[in-house]
């Protein structure tokens, strides 16, 4: 039994009004939930109870969500780690953005800058080294920042390469010697963001040391869903993720973990499994948010231009299916219904004669 339809027999069990009740009470039985052919409505009016709350059938989109929640954090989360030892110099404030030709870091004065690529620096690039892609990569960094004049971008350290990394080690205040060193550079797929840093100005270090927390400057949800809901979450989908602070900002589902890991509860023991679903989101109005708790709404159905009625509308027929109480001017009569998507406590219902605006018992309101 899904959620909506357990919603329906909870509203069910209080139902008392009009000829939907017998003198054997309601029937929520098995039946309850086969809503048979559709049937006539009843051709007699019926006398309205004395003080029957009513709703209006509306017409519109109807949408059945499911609420997770999640933790709104920054993509790509990774350490940045010393290439050489010495004295820290300089570092960056919590929180900034480091963009291509930036400093990350210094030691000893040295500046380590950051570059675009996804291959890391794993080698002195000078004149005579052998042809490669991280050549490449240098060299179209070097044309980005303004340095590469004469320079062919291509899998080749030539002369114009070393004049061109001269002149960039000049406006960064280095030494001017031709050469890249994986100590002057870290190649990074985009610009990064500082989370936190790992060491003090002044602290004296080894290499590997860590030095840096970085993410990406994308922000990101990351929930955890049943594996048997899996099928709700899509990559591509639109979602709406709600902050603490009421605000509500749309969110596309960026990747979907293709296998479920054991979910632990507040015991430490293991229930169910869930799969990792992380949603990309771009609002400004999330301003510096960061690990910060909110609620994401997962489409589970949706119903366009449909006629709806409250949930608590809905009668258990005595026939079998389902019905609603119709009342107008000239009393109150039941009308079988077929009931199609549920959400924000409505039904999508089809019945002979229904329309807009009608009004419809509910039960105890």
Do not use: C, H
């Not at 079988?336 to 419809?360: D, Q, S």
Request: without cysteine.
């Amino acid at each position: 039994m899904n959620g909506a339809l357990k919603g329906v027999v909870a509203a069910l069990g209080t139902v008392v009004v009009g000829s939907a009740v017998t003198a054997g009470g309601v029937f929520a039985s098995a039946a309850l939930f086969d809503t048979g052919p559709q049937a006539k409505p009843a051709p007699t009016p019926t006398a309205r109870p004395v003080g029957a709350a009513t709703k209006e059938i509306t017409r519109g989109d109807l949408v059945d969500e499911e609420s997770v929640d999640g933790k709104l954090t920054y993509a790509d989360g990774r350490t940045i780690k010393a290439a050489s030892g010495g004295t820290i110099t300089a570092l960056p404030a919590e929180g900034s953005v480091i963009k291509r030709g930036k400093r990350l870091y210094a030691v000893d004065r040295r500046p380590r800058i950051l570059m675009y690529g996804k291959l890391p620096a794993y080698r002195t690039l000078k004149d005579g080294v052998k042809k490669g892609p991280d050549v490449k990569q240098l060299e179209r960094n070097l044309r980005s920042l303004g340095f590469a004049r004469g320079v062919t971008v291509d899998n080749r350290f030539t002369d114009a390469t070393e004049r061109a990394v001269k002149r960039w080690q000049k406006k960064n205040g280095m030494e001017r010697t031709g050469k890249v060193t994986p100590s002057d550079v870290v190649f990074l797929p985009e610009e990064v963001r500082v989370s936190a840093t790992k060491v003090d100005v002044g602290d004296q270090i080894g290499a590997l040391r860590p030095i840096l927390d970085i993410t990406g400057t994308d922000r990101l949800v990351r929930i955890n869903l049943d594996a048997d809901k899996q099928d709700i979450a899509k990559k591509g989908r639109t979602v709406t993720v709600k902050l603490a602070s009421g605000k509500s900002v749309k969110g596309k589902i960026s990747r979907v973990a293709k296998v479920a890991k054991p979910a632990k509860s507040s015991g430490n023991q293991e229930k169910g499994a869930t799969v990792e679903v992380e949603i990309k989101v771009t609002a400004k109005s999330l301003g510096a948010l960061d690990e910060a708790p909110v609620t994401v709404e997962l489409t589970r159905q949706r119903a366009e231009d449909v006629l709806t009625v409250p949930v608590e509308a809905l009668l258990a027929l005595p026939e079998g299916g389902y019905g609603v109480e119709v009342v107008d001017q000239s009393g109150a009569r039941r009308v079988p219904v077929k009931t199609g998507a549920f959400g924000n406590g409505r039904v999508e219902v089809t019945g002979t004669g229904l329309a807009e605006g009608m009004k419809v018992t509910v039960s105890g309101r």
